[in-house]
């Protein structure tokens, strides 16, 4: 392919860059496929290569591109759904539950989900909490890393000694966790930044933007249970519908 000059645009350069690289994301390159090296792209579009690192930044924050360790930088798949609201109220791991439990320990939660807990009653500041880890993968994608904070009031037949961390674990708690009365869960969702071990379940970097959807789950007793859900910026969007419900959409792009 021959060098491609960018023409004198009011925007910044960057930006101006990023819609010609999108367009040959279209045209030139398939699903997975890997981006020649910073250099060559420089050479081919003509511009310095700050300029570029900045376009395929923003590429990346829209979804279109990824970077992935050993491999560099590839073209992003096409979005799929993944619905965080549901119509109904219902427990972590339940039926219709698509996440995967990794791993559960016991462990003081961090200062703001003990504000979410709340003191008092059963549940001292001291006290440690059982944290199961989920992820919940869509078509072989890892999307979304959760901690779900757990007190031991909630869970009180939960044995002891049997599978005292793990997979098992996990799963051991969520089961408890569902012979308990909901009486309703309230969410909230804002703009974060990947920790280090979430980047590394969702393959990002850590500090790359996401999207932080907190959840608290009540019975008539009070909060029962806490989930942080962390979800990958770069691959959802967010759509409310008239029921309330919160869902996370991935489209299929559609070549302009």
């Not at 030139?28 to 420089?42: C, K």
């Not at 440690?128 to 031991?152: D, F, M, S």
Request: proline share 7%; glycine share 8%; net charge negative.
């Amino acid at each position: 392919m021959g060098t491609t000059q960018l023409e004198t645009a009011p925007e910044p350069k960057y930006w101006h860059l990023k819609t010609v690289l999108s367009e040959a994301l279209d045209q030139d390159f398939a699903v997975g496929e890997v981006l020649p090296n910073e250099r060559e792209l420089a050479a081919r579009f003509g511009v310095a290569r700050a300029t570029l690192r900045q376009a395929l930044e923003q590429l990346e924050l829209e979804g279109r591109l990824q970077r992935r360790r050993g491999v560099g930088t590839t073209v992003a798949p096409p979005r799929v759904g993944v619905a965080v609201g549901t119509a109904r109220h219902s427990w972590p791991g339940d039926g219709a539950d698509d996440w995967q439990p990794v791993d559960a320990a016991e462990s003081l939660p961090p200062a703001a989900v003990l504000k979410l807990l709340g003191t008092g009653g059963d549940f001292a500041a001291d006290q440690p909490v059982h944290t199961v880890r989920r992820t919940r993968v869509t078509q072989g994608q890892a999307v979304a890393a959760e901690l779900l904070y757990v007190p031991a009031a909630s869970v009180p037949g939960l044995p002891a000694i049997e599978a005292p961390s793990g997979p098992a674990r996990a799963r051991a708690v969520l089961r408890e966790l569902q012979r308990l009365v909901l009486d309703g869960q309230d969410r909230s969702v804002e703009l974060g930044s990947a920790r280090a071990d979430d980047a590394k379940e969702l393959d990002r970097l850590p500090g790359a933007p996401v999207l932080l959807v907190t959840t608290r789950y009540f019975t008539a007793a009070g909060t029962a249970a806490v989930s942080v859900a962390t979800y990958r910026a770069d691959t959802c969007r967010l759509t409310f519908g008239d029921s309330g419900n919160v869902e996370i959409t991935h489209e299929p792009r559609v070549a302009s």
